[in-house]
């Protein structure tokens, strides 16, 4: 059973930092690509970053310059280096990856970390 399972989620002070982890896990053979998203309270869920396993990464431009996305394919794990955060990057913040199992490629989702940034 595939699983995602983020951490570094908490509290912060504009203009400081946060470094978010997802751990996939659970039969999977290969990983196409993985991201972040984000969904603020009444807001859609909108794409924050994603990488694919040949490195190629793609950014919100509400984020371009602050945060940057990293993985360790080896470890199943994507990163996300949240900089010069800002009270509007508030939200909860879910992990996705396109990945392949043995006969079957699709999305699966984190169950989410909440990042807030307040003073």
């Known amino acids: 059973q595939v699983q995602l399972v983020e951490s570094g989620g908490g509290l912060v002070q504009p203009g400081g930092s946060l470094r978010l982890s997802c751990e996939a896990s659970?039969?999977?053979?290969?990983?196409?690509?993985m991201g972040w998203y984000r969904q603020a309270p009444g807001k859609q869920r909108e794409q924050v970053a994603t990488i694919t396993t040949g490195g190629r990464t793609n950014y919100a431009d509400s984020v371009k310059g602050r945060f940057t996305i990293s993985s360790d394919n080896a470890k199943k794990t994507v990163f996300l280096q949240m900089n010069s955060l800002k009270p509007d990057d508030t939200a909860v913040y879910y992990c996705?990856?396109?990945?392949?199992?043995?006969?079957?490629?699709?999305?699966?989702w984190g169950q989410g970390t909440q990042v807030t940034v307040s003073s």
């Open positions: 659970g039969g999977i053979f290969s990983i196409i690509a």
């Open positions: 996705n990856g396109d990945l392949r199992t043995p006969g079957v490629r699709r999305i699966y």
